[in-house]
């Protein structure tokens, strides 16, 4: 099973990729993930995502596509995959066509998470996750996570650098000019499931996972 979660940012993407990761043991491909392990390691890499990704601007799509290729070569995705925040370009889209082919692997479902703008800017701005285990937690719906203490093991959490109003805004726009266009390129595809994102997690994963049971038949 290869899918692609498709949606702002906000939209719950990280939340329901994990849930997908543990109910189906897929290998979860967050490119935000390895660019922040890259500009964690002090890499020439992370120092040149780095500028992008404080910006709220995306990161060139040649550095991108060239991660995704060899990340899809690491044996834990032949049992199935699941994109989570690639491609984010028609570009990026067209790139990861050429090398599924080669691989002869194919998307089962493009899932996009849709979720209303206003909803998306408290969610980003509200958001800590955890430094030790990765866990996403949103600080209003949250209380108990206000103290900086991850409930599920004890880790710190942070705020992302990129998660502030001024950043969050500029990403947003970010996604409406670059990367909602592959909505429709998805769609043209026959690949697209849409998804309400505004409601609970649970509500969330309960449709996503019909998505996946009936894509697998
Ligand atoms: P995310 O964790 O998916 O929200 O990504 C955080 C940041 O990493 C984005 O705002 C971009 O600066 C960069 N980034 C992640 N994925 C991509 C991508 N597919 N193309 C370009 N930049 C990306």
Known sequence: MNLMLLGAPGAGKGTQAAKLVETYHLAHISTGDILRAAVAAGTPLG???????????????LVVIGLVKARLQEP?????????????????????????E????????????????????????????????????????????????????????FQRDDDTVETVTNR???????????????????????????????DVFAQIREIVESAAR
């Not at 040149?48 to 799509?61: C, H, I, N, Q, R």
């Not at 834990?76 to 990861?96: C, E, H, K, N, S």
């Not at 080669?102 to 998470?113: M, T």
């Not at 670059?178 to 994102?197: E, M, N, Q, W």
């Open 76 to 100: 834990d995705t032949a049992a199935g995959f699941i994109l989570d925040g690639f491609p984010r370009t028609v570009a990026q889209a067209d790139a990861l066509d050429k090398e599924l």
């Open 172 to 202: 947003l726009a970010v996604y409406e000019r670059s990367t909602a266009p592959l909505i429709d390129y998805y769609s043209k595809k026959g690949l697209l499931r849409r998804v309400d994102g505004n409601r609970s997690v649970e």
């Open 47 to 61: 120092m040149t995502a780095k500028s992008y990704m404080d910006k709220g601007e995306l990161v060139p799509d």
């Open 102 to 157: 080669a691989l002869g692997k194919q998307l089962d479902a493009v899932i996009s998470v849709e979720v209303d703008r206003s909803a998306l800017i408290d969610r980003l701005t509200a958001r800590r996750t955890c430094k030790a285990c990765g866990a996403i937690y949103n600080v209003l719906a949250q209380p108990e996570t206000a103290s900086g203490v991850c409930p599920a093991c004890g880790g710190e959490l």
